[in-house]
């Protein structure tokens, strides 16, 4: 395993329920990122966290909403989401200033 | 200016050949180039890769071969084995600022016994 968990695995949600990700990464980085991986396209950032803070963010609609409380825990909010949506989320952390990120398994996330 | 192209979509090869992935990139700006293997069901895993300062670089069976005059760089995967069978992606990043990659859009390989 490369040291970063997430839960739940699979998520099978409402377009009017409200959920969420959790990430945990025991590495000691500080840098954590929520990716979007869907079929036939490239991994999306959606959101990037160093030293706890938000620094990027790139246009993911609102109905996705994320938290980072301390270093090693990234939480991704949804509510509302759309069947577009539906993808496999992945998490990874890399140490600010190092090159390599380390990915989670992913929560395969349906909207029905 | 921020696209990473791939290539092939899908690739099958024989036990014991050569696999080549190949991966174009544009913002000359980019200064390191990763490949990360993912099995179904795992999140991809950072698996070689190479600054633009060295044209080579070899770990194992795995090699990149980067061209930077003509902004490609490609992984070849030596005597592949059944275990290799799995999706690739390239990748391409700043080493500047909070490393941010843009990825390819994956080569899912089938290594067949």
């Known amino acids: 395993e490369t040291g970063v968990t997430q839960t739940p695995r699979h998520l099978v949600m409402g377009m009017t329920n409200k959920k969420s990700l959790k990430c945990e990464q025991h590495?000691?980085?500080?840098?954590m990122y929520w990716y979007k991986q869907s079929a036939k396209k490239p991994l999306e950032l959606m959101f990037v966290?160093?030293?706890?803070?938000?620094?990027e963010n790139n246009s993911v609609p609102s109905r996705f909403s994320p938290e980072c409380p301390n270093s090693s825990h990234l939480f991704l909010h949804l509510h509302t989401l759309q069947p577009e949506d539906s993808a496999l989320y992945l998490c990874?952390?890399?140490?600010?200033?190092?090159?390599?990120?380390?990915f989670g398994p992913g929560t395969r996330l349906t909207v029905t | 200016q921020q696209q990473v192209k791939q290539s092939p979509q899908s690739l099958i090869v024989q036990k014991g050949g050569i696999s080549i992935i190949n991966c174009a990139y544009e913002?000359?700006?980019?200064?390191?180039f990763p490949w990360y293997q993912q099995f179904p069901g795992k999140g991809p895993a950072l698996l070689i890769a190479?600054?633009?300062?060295?044209s080579e670089k070899k770990e194992g069976r795995f090699t990149i071969s980067f061209n930077k005059s003509a902004k490609q760089f490609s992984l070849h995967i030596m005597d592949s084995q059944p275990g290799d069978s799995a999706t690739y992606f390239c990748?391409?990043?700043?080493?500047?600022?909070?490393?941010?990659?843009?990825f390819g859009t994956g080569t899912r390989l089938k290594v067949l016994a």
């Open positions: 990874a952390s890399s140490q600010d200033g190092g090159f390599e990120q380390y």
């Open positions: 990748a391409a990043s700043k080493t500047s600022g909070t490393y941010k990659y843009i």
């Open positions: 190479i600054r633009p300062d060295v």
């Open positions: 590495l000691g980085h500080n840098a």
């Open positions: 966290y160093s030293l706890e803070e938000r620094v």
């Open positions: 913002n000359t700006a980019f200064d390191y």
